[in-house]
Nanobody, 118 residues
Framework: QVQLVESGGGLVQAGGSLRLSCAAS????????MGWYRQAPGKERELVAV???????DYGDSVKGRFTISRDNVKNTVYLQMNSLKPEDTAVYYC????????????WGQGTQVTVSS
């Protein structure tokens, strides 16, 4: 199975920046895509960003132009650079990985809290 460990969450003022990290271990060659979802209290989980094994990226409409997802294959880590943060970005951010190349189910990180103050 794939295991994911997240870090980088915290409290930041509106307009500031944070960088989330997600380190993957186990069955790495099976992973076709990695990224983040987020969930705020009382709301459904939504897609934030995704990057495929080929390097293509996609973003949720609410973060386009502000967030950038990237990867470091040497460190087995995916990053989410979050700029121009807004209070509505406040949520728990969950890293995810899709090991579909091996027919395995999606893996989830433990979640990291991002809080943006106004």
């Amino acid at each position: 199975q794939v295991q994911l460990v997240e870090s980088g969450g915290g409290l930041v003022q509106a307009g500031g920046s944070l960088r989330l990290s997600c380190a993957a271990s186990g069955a790495r060659l099976c992973i076709s895509a990695m990224g983040w979802y987020r969930q705020a209290p009382g709301k459904e989980r939504e897609l934030v960003a995704v990057i495929t094994s080929r390097g293509s990226t996609d973003y949720g409409d609410s973060v386009k132009g502000r967030f950038t997802i990237s990867r470091d294959n040497v460190k087995n880590t995916v990053y989410l650079q979050m700029n121009s943060l807004k209070p509505e970005d406040t949520a728990v951010y969950y890293c995810h990985a899709d090991p579909s190349k091996c027919g395995l189910g999606i893996a989830w990180g433990q979640g990291t809290q991002v809080t943006v103050s106004s």
